[in-house]
Each structure stands twice: as C-alpha cells, then as structure tokens.
C-alpha cells in the first residue's frame, strides 16, 4: 500500500494537495488525529492501494507525538510511506488569512481567558509545533505558488518511485524570494544572462536557443561541473543521515533562464545515476515528459 501524509502549515495549500491526490486515485482523510493513523491505515489496507491522510496542528497531539508516529510508520515494512510538508513564509500566510477573512484554527487553542494571540504569534507557535514533521518530508514553499502548479507537484510526488532519497532540483527568481524549503541554494546570477538578447528574452531555459547560449559560456559549464562534483561528494553524507527527500534550489535573477538551464542540465545528469530525480520550475511553472528515470514536477 503507498500511503501519502499531507501536513504542514495552516494555509499553505494542504487542501489542494488532498483534492488533488484524490483527483489521482487515493482514498483520502482530512485532519485524522494522530493516534488514528496506523489503525485505520491497517484497515484501509485490505482494500485500498492508494491511502492520503492530512495532518496538521488541529490533531490530538496529546500523548502520541509526531516522532513516535513517524517512528511507527517507518517500521511497517508492506507500506511505501511518504510524507509531504507544506509551508510558507509567514506574511504570504498572513495575506492568505487576510484575503479569506478566516481566522487561523489554532487561535483559540493558543489563546487563554486574558490573552489571545495576534495571527503572526500563532504562525510562529504552529511552525514549533509542526517542525518534527518535516525531518523526514518532501518539504515544498508554497510561497507566491500558483495552485495549478502546486497540483502538478502534488500529482508528481505521488507517482515517483520509491527509493531512498529523492533528489530535486528547482529552480526560482531571487526577486520572488529563496524557497524556504530549500537544503542547498546555488546564485547563478553571475553568468551571462540571455534575458538581454531581445531573441531570447521572451524563452525559457528549456528553449533550444537559450540551451545553445548557455552551452556557448565557458562559466556556466564550469560553474554547472563545479555544483555536480560538490553534490556527488556531498550526497552520500546526506543519504547516511537517511534523509528521504534533499531539494537544490538554483537561483537567478527572474528564474526564468538561467536557473532553469541549469536546473535542467543538473537534473538530467543526476537522473541517469539515481533512480528518483525530479525537477521544478517555481516561476516558468511548465510540466513535460520527464527524461530517463526521472520525475517531472513543473
């Protein structure tokens, strides 16, 4: 049985996830307490392949924490378990809340008779609560991240094979911001940008034109093997700690050339030597099919 959890943040977008996954095939459950999860998990196993639970701070953390369920999750040997965090950056979340006039669902729960909580202080809290989840997760920043995009990564992440770590690359524009979910970040902006060729502006990394360009730049090959040698010496550190999920995000101005290149160029190389790669687009938000033992989330 794969089972898929969907937690994260208040507001960062765990309810399209779940539609999505369903749209997909799961039987999914909205906010099922914690203690809840590997009984009804085990009984849905009879009959379901395909099984999404959301979790968030509203669940019953009382004497079962995070840790003991991930910890319990992990021993069931017949169950590809994955589990997908969500989150944002706090005034991307305090414009949400703003736009939908909703109050946050934790406000009462951390407020008292004499004191209630702004919204910030509740975000803030909820993050503490919520960290243990995202050790082990496929963290995604849903930060100015359109929701057709964020269904497309949902879908993707749900149909990758299972492996041991899955590695993936994304790329974005440092004028919207660096992705929160970020392990490792590499600035590209310091190699020749095609955005001032008036023929290229227009494309994105993925355009043969702008691939051409980019190959005819000695830094930018020199600058891609240098971020390849520091990876393929770096990621078995980081399988060692048994980390499922490691996210390189490679960063340009616009996120829309030279990012994408080499997000590209990397995920490609590093596809034919892994057997989970993925790649994402933050800002140019296109899916395609994926090359050889790769997964496409864009």
């Known amino acids: 049985m794969k089972l898929i959890i969907v937690t994260g943040l208040s507001g ?28 009804v998990a085990k ?37 590809d378990v994955r589990i997908l ?35 910030s202080e509740v975000i803030t809290k909820e993050r503490e ?3 243990p989840y995202s050790v082990q997760a496929q963290v995604v920043d849903t930060t100015h991240l359109q ?34 979910a970020a392990d490792l970040v590499f600035d590209v902006r310091n190699l020749p940008n095609p955005y001032y060729d008036p023929e290229l502006r227009a494309l994105t990394g993925k355009d043969e034109a702008v691939i051409a360009f980019m190959q005819n ?16 010496k770096w990621l078995p550190s980081y399988q060692a700690t048994n980390r499922h999920y ?3 995000s490679i960063g340009c101005t616009g996120g829309q050339h030279r990012s994408v290149y ?17 790649i994402r687009h933050r800002i140019i938000g296109q899916a395609r099919t994926p090359v050889k033992g790769m997964s496409q989330a864009a």
């Not at 749209?23 to 459950?29: F, P, R, T």
């Not at 949902?154 to 929160?180: C, M, N, Q, R, W």
Request: proline share 5%.
């Open 12 to 39: 960062s977008g765990k309810s399209v996830a779940i539609r999505q996954l369903e749209d997909s095939g799961y039987y999914c459950i909205d906010n099922l307490p914690l203690s809840f999860v590997i009984p």
């Open 43 to 79: 009984t849905l196993q009879q009959s379901q392949d395909y099984v999404a639970f959301a979790i968030d701070a509203r669940s019953d953390f009382e004497g079962y924490e995070p840790e003991k369920l991930i910890e319990e999750l992990n021993a069931q040997k017949d169950w």
């Open 85 to 119: 965090f969500l989150t944002a950056s706090t005034p991307e979340l305090l414009q949400r809340f703003s736009e939908t006039r909703r109050r946050h669902p934790l406000t009462l729960r951390f407020s008292s008779d004499t004191h209630t909580l702004t919204l």
């Open 129 to 131: 609560l919520m960290e």
């Open 147 to 180: 929701s057709n995009t964020l269904r497309t990564w949902v879908k993707d992440f749900a149909d990758a094979p299972h492996a041991d770590l899955t590695l993936t690359f994304e790329s974005f524009g440092y004028k919207h911001g660096i992705p929160t």
């Open 217 to 232: 730049q000695p830094d930018a090959v020199e600058m891609i093997s240098d971020i390849t040698h520091f990876i393929e």
């Open 246 to 248: 490691l996210t390189v």
């Open 262 to 278: 080499v997000a590209e160029t990397l995920a490609k190389y590093f596809a034919q030597k892994m057997p989970s790669v993925a």
